[in-house]
């Protein structure tokens, strides 16, 4: 990796697939080195959308190498959602590739938000993969370095990191897409991560979705640090949906994970968890769509094997509530 840290960096500085500290930690933001990238105009609907209203996305619900749970889940979510995010987390179980599944949803009139890694690919496959959005038609490409593989369902597998999110977003500019980028505010450097977020911005990033990081006032506070920085771009905040404590368990693998306090208990302890989630979502979403800067929010959900129609339609609740 060139341009670190990564989202992995626990909150005491440790590396989240090596003992020991961020290797980033007390180093100067590095910059990017190459011409700052303009995207293409005319501009992306799903950018214009933003500029209009606040937008809500969600994760997209699938078994593992499905077509009929793609297709389903997406039908499910279809006039909920603005875009549905297909995920390529290390957790997740293997998927198919990153532009046959947003071929799919798009098939269903879903607008696909593509989620792109360097974890498993080096940059001729992901050249492919970017050029077959493109081709598609993709609403959007998430640009990420990728959880190291050490620490998902498959450590059988080498990690590839021929890229990292900077570089990746800066190839996905150029292909015409309209590209997103995630940064972790409460991940250590915190004071540092306005200024990494400028840098993707001027590799080719138009869009960021914050991470987990604990609430509205924390979101304000990147916001307002990263605008300053020069990141001045739209932001999605990402906000946790849990439905029972499966779900709930899910979710808190997420490296860097960081919730309002009690968020995840009030909703396991409640009498009705699927209630109490979709509610808390819900509140938590409004408050974070008030903070200025923020144009949208996804809805971020790990479904239990088994359980992913019933996750797309909580997700789908959640999305008409906000509408």
Known sequence: MTHGPCGGVGVDGGCEAAPGPCVFLGRPTVRWAGDDVHPPAPEAPLLALMRQRPVVVADLPAAPLSRES???GADVLAGSVDAVLLGDSGGARVQFPPAYRAALVQARGVPAWAGLTCRDRNRVAL??????LADTGAAAVHCVTGDHTSLGDRPDARPVFDLDSTELAARAATAGLLVSVAEAPAGPPVAQRPERLAEKVRAGAQVCVVNHCGGPDAVADFVAAAVAAGADVPFVVCVAVALDPASAAELRRFPGLVLPAGYLASIESARDPHRAGVSAAVALA????????????DLSAVAPPGRELSTADALATIGKALS
């Open 70 to 72: 793609l297709v389903r």
């Open 127 to 132: 050249e492919g993969e970017l050029a077959a």
């Open 286 to 297: 409004e408050a974070c769509l008030s903070v200025p800067g923020v144009r949208g929010v």
